[in-house]
């Protein structure tokens, strides 16, 4: 049984669904599922994959199905760990586990620096924050391309030009600048222009993400098992590396998952992962002992 429900603050309507039962069945806590700029319809297969389990997804505000009233279109990931943390509050189910996915990973991260008690334990699966990179600077430079090709022809072309990035291995080199600008075609996109200039990806509306510095020292002293993550299939690329970084920051090695940066998903949008062998990963991440 899934039940939605809508949390109002004085910024947003916080649209966040609960599958299962609340007080747990088991006992064990809630399974908080996080993305962004995905919002919770991209974890459909994922959370069916946990049936004994009650999973909590969301729609960051501006996202999805949660309005924002702030004014902003930007997107934070501190303003969203304190919208986690208050959806968190508002299911009274004590701290949660949480599996967390690309710019969620990093609100996660930013949600067990500022709240360290919500979480028992993070799985942050390749987390995109470029201030960890040796070539932090040319990363930068690399998103800021993408963004001006996206400005200047539209999301086919914009989105060209980020698939070009986030799959380039290793660093961004000056081979990687003087490469012509991606046809859209080559990846079965349109050529033309939509006219829109508002995706939260390839836009800078979510820089904020890609430049979060990770809280090493509140991160080691928060009582949170916090637990990076990597797809086998993203070795090299601009994610996997973050991934790898963040957890050397850490002290700990990345931890392997199936599949690529979208490993858990199914037919949600068209390019589909390994969801099955992902659930069993993740099931014996969050339980090692079992």
């Given at each position: 049984m899934t039940t939605t429900h809508t949390l109002s603050?004085?910024?947003?309507?916080?649209?966040?669904?609960?599958?299962?039962?609340l007080p747990t069945a088991d006992g064990r806590p809630p399974l908080f599922?996080?993305?962004?700029?995905?919002?919770?319809?991209?974890?459909?297969?994922?959370?069916s994959l946990f049936p004994d389990r009650t999973v909590v997804t969301y729609d960051p505000r501006g996202l999805g199905r949660s309005r924002r009233?702030?004014?902003?279109?930007?997107?934070?990931?501190?303003?969203q760990a304190g919208d986690v943390h208050a959806v968190i509050e508002a299911l009274g189910a004590g701290p949660v586990e949480m599996?967390?996915?690309?710019?969620?990973?990093?609100?996660?991260?930013?949600?067990v620096a500022a709240h360290p008690d919500d979480l028992t334990v993070l799985v942050a699966h390749e987390p995109p924050v470029i201030p960890v990179l040796p070539d932090a600077e040319a990363a930068e430079r690399a998103r800021g391309a993408v963004r001006d090709r996206?400005?200047?022809a539209g999301s086919h072309a914009g989105m060209a030009a980020f698939i070009a990035m986030t799959?380039?291995?290793?660093?961004?080199?000056?081979?990687y600048f003087a490469q012509p600008a991606p046809d859209p075609a080559a990846f079965g996109m349109p050529?033309?222009?939509?006219?829109?200039?508002?995706?939260?990806?390839?836009?800078d509306r979510s820089w904020?993400?890609?430049?979060?510095?990770?809280?090493?020292?509140?991160l080691a002293k928060a009582p949170t098992r916090v637990v990076i993550a990597v797809g086998e299939e993203s070795t090299g690329t601009f994610t996997a590396r973050t991934a790898v970084a963040t957890a050397d920051l850490l002290g700990q090695p990345a931890t392997v998952f199936p599949s690529h940066h979208g490993g858990f998903l199914g037919g949600e949008f068209g390019y589909p992962g390994q969801p099955e062998a992902f659930a069993r990963r993740l099931r014996e991440v969050l339980d090692p002992a079992s």
């Amino acid at each position: 049984m899934t039940t939605t429900h809508t949390l109002s603050t004085a910024e947003a309507d916080l649209v966040y669904d609960v599958r299962g039962p609340l007080p747990t069945a088991d006992g064990r806590p809630p399974l908080f599922m996080i993305g962004q700029p995905m919002d919770a319809s991209g974890f459909t297969t994922l959370a069916s994959l946990f049936p004994d389990r009650t999973v909590v997804t969301y729609d960051p505000r501006g996202l999805g199905r949660s309005r924002r009233r702030d004014g902003r279109d930007d997107h934070d990931p501190v303003v969203q760990a304190g919208d986690v943390h208050a959806v968190i509050e508002a299911l009274g189910a004590g701290p949660v586990e949480m599996f967390a996915s690309s710019g969620g990973a990093v609100t996660a991260l930013a949600l067990v620096a500022a709240h360290p008690d919500d979480l028992t334990v993070l799985v942050a699966h390749e987390p995109p924050v470029i201030p960890v990179l040796p070539d932090a600077e040319a990363a930068e430079r690399a998103r800021g391309a993408v963004r001006d090709r996206y400005e200047a022809a539209g999301s086919h072309a914009g989105m060209a030009a980020f698939i070009a990035m986030t799959s380039w291995q290793g660093e961004y080199t000056d081979d990687y600048f003087a490469q012509p600008a991606p046809d859209p075609a080559a990846f079965g996109m349109p050529t033309e222009d939509d006219g829109r200039r508002d995706d939260p990806l390839l836009s800078d509306r979510s820089w904020a993400v890609s430049s979060y510095r990770p809280d090493v020292d509140a991160l080691a002293k928060a009582p949170t098992r916090v637990v990076i993550a990597v797809g086998e299939e993203s070795t090299g690329t601009f994610t996997a590396r973050t991934a790898v970084a963040t957890a050397d920051l850490l002290g700990q090695p990345a931890t392997v998952f199936p599949s690529h940066h979208g490993g858990f998903l199914g037919g949600e949008f068209g390019y589909p992962g390994q969801p099955e062998a992902f659930a069993r990963r993740l099931r014996e991440v969050l339980d090692p002992a079992s």
